[in-house]
């Protein structure tokens, strides 16, 4: 018995590991209060500014654990259905896909320089040069 | 002399201009293998019985966009595909200007909105289809002009919902294939567009016109008038006045009267289903043309990587005999319903499937069979069968 439970303890543990929170971070200095409406507006460009009125521009993942947590709980696409979003909006003049970079790394070191910059990354990435806006 | 000639060759060498923009690069292009049979033993929509064609429906398109910072964009998309010998022309050529956050200006070489998704007919990643319906996207000769355009986009009930629209006037000119009749010259003058769409998280519903002066008098004098000459004949050696010919004529003809579209539907796709449909109508007011009435109904269910569509269309032209009022001879009045019949031949309907597997971040594998039946006699029942692939990149 001790040893199934240690076996369901592990699984458990295993899941948790792979279901990290996807964390929504902004410069330090942002006080924009921000949902999961409003990030997913953002995202597929349909918000362009923050509450407080300043400019707003997404910073997305190219690829990792991070971009399909975010994509399923956040978007609500599958990645072919993102992009045939983005073909519609590129294609017709409406729109730019957002700014993508490989790392989170690199998503924290251009949110962090900038005030009008959006990112997500999960949440273990988080350090304390920028600030979390929401989580998921 | 030498010398310093030498010195300002190097110099030009050494010199790299610095771009005045950042310029963002994207382009689409779709590589499909297509077969066409009818039992009347000629191809509908131009196509070539019996022969596997890799060229008719493949195409490639780069879009090249400079940000000039400050809302200020250039756009430019080159474009060629087979069924033009992949003849490069540049099918946009426009500048953008954002006005306001959610307001953008456009002006130059534009898509021409004639329907919901004509701007992005061509980018085949876009859709579900192998080819979107053809009963809606036919392909018009205008399917781009010159003007300038608005896009705009409101936040509605805290953002909940979306209406998109766009506001377009401009002009095109060119020429236009006709049924039974050939190419022949065609103006728009003075188009003068609307569309809209309203949208929530998983739903849209869509509407929209266009309107213009058609400039025809080449069309009408290589076409109409060449076709009712022998009825006219006929009737001025019965009793025909001139008069009854010059208002019959009239009547016929295309020039200077208004070309209406419009075009109305809805999306739908929740919970990995998918249903379409989207109804037009368009025509010359007050000439022989009579309004063309098509639509399509589309159903998909998505299966993570795979999309499978089934949808039927249908294109008709129905007989509207209202620009005979006041022809009252009844030689006229046949030469009249007569050419109406023959512009109205090709009505057609079809249903078919789709396959979508999306094998790749960039690229969908799509395989299609599609039949129908023209009312053509030379075409009659048909089947189109169709395997490709569409990226973008």
């Not at chain 1, 599958?78 to 989170?104: C, H, M, N």
């Not at chain 2, 004949?233 to 008069?243: V, Y």
């Not at chain 2, 069979?369 to 053509?376: A, C, K, P, R």
Request: hydrophobic residues 40%; negative net charge.
């Amino acid at each position: 018995m001790r040893y199934v439970n240690s076996i369901l303890l592990l699984a458990i543990s295993l899941i948790a590991l792979n279901v990290q929170a996807i964390t929504v971070i902004v410069h330090p200095s942002n006080v924009n209060a921000l949902n999961k409406k409003t990030v997913k507006k953002i995202f597929l460009g349909k918000s362009k500014k923050f509450l407080d009125g300043s400019q707003v521009i997404p910073v997305d993942l190219t690829k990792g654990e991070a971009r399909t947590q975010f994509l399923s709980t956040v978007i609500g696409k599958s990645e072919s259905q993102l992009k045939a979003y983005w073909s519609k909006l590129i294609f017709t003049g409406k729109g730019q896909a957002p700014r993508k970079v490989d790392t989170e790394a690199e998503v924290i070191k251009l949110v962090s320089q900038n005030p009008n910059l959006i990112g997500y990354i999960s949440d273990s990435a988080v350090d304390d040069s920028v600030k979390i806006a929401i989580k998921f | 002399m030498k010398k310093l000639q030498i010195c300002t060759i190097g110099l030009s060498l050494l010199y790299i201009p610095q771009s005045f923009a950042d310029i963002t690069l994207n382009g689409f292009a779709s590589i499909r293998a297509t077969q066409v049979n009818s039992d009347g033993g000629s191809a509908p929509f131009g196509f070539k019985e019996g022969e596997i064609t890799f060229k008719d429906e493949s195409l490639f398109a780069i879009q090249a966009r400079a940000d000039l910072t400050e809302g200020l964009t250039a756009t430019i998309q080159l474009y060629a595909d087979g069924w033009n010998d992949f003849d490069v022309e540049a099918r946009w050529a426009y500048i953008s200007y954002q006005v306001a956050d959610n307001h953008t200006i456009n002006i130059g070489k534009l898509a021409n909105p004639l329907f919901h998704q004509s701007e992005y007919e061509k980018v085949g990643y876009a859709h579900n289809f192998s080819r979107l319906p053809m009963a809606v996207y036919t392909g018009f000769d205008f399917a781009t002009m010159e003007g300038i355009s608005l896009n705009s986009q409101f936040d509605i009930a805290d953002g909940d919902y979306t209406l998109d629209t766009k506001w377009l006037y401009g002009s095109w000119d060119g020429d236009i294939t006709l049924n039974s009749i050939g190419n022949v010259d065609l103006g728009l003058k003075d188009i003068l567009s609307f569309n809209a769409t309203f949208s929530g998280d998983w739903w849209k519903v869509f509407a929209g016109a266009f309107v213009t002066e058609m400039v025809a008098d080449s069309l009408d004098a290589n076409s109409y008038i060449p076709a009712i000459q022998p009825g006219v004949q006929a009737a001025l050696s019965l009793g025909a006045t001139q008069s009854d010919v010059t208002k019959f004529t009239e009547n016929v003809i295309w020039h200077e009267k208004d070309g209406l579209y419009w075009f109305a539907g809805f999306g739908i796709d929740r919970d990995d289903w998918i249903l379409d449909f989207e109804y037009t109508n368009y025509g010359v007011q007050d000439s022989v043309d009579a309004p063309n009435e098509n639509w399509y109904l589309a159903l998909g269910k998505r299966f993570d990587s795979y999309v499978i569509t089934i949808h039927a269309e249908e294109s008709k032209q129905p007989e509207d005999y209202g620009f005979l009022n006041g022809i009252n001879h009844p030689v006229l009045q046949a030469t009249g319903k007569g050419l109406q019949g023959v512009l109205a031949a090709s009505e057609w309907d079809g249903y078919g499937i789709s396959l979508r597997y999306d094998f790749h971040p960039s690229a969908a594998l799509k395989v299609d069979y599609f039949t129908g039946e023209n009312q053509i006699s030379d075409i009659g029942d048909y089947q189109i069968m169709s395997a490709g692939i569409d990226l973008v990149f």
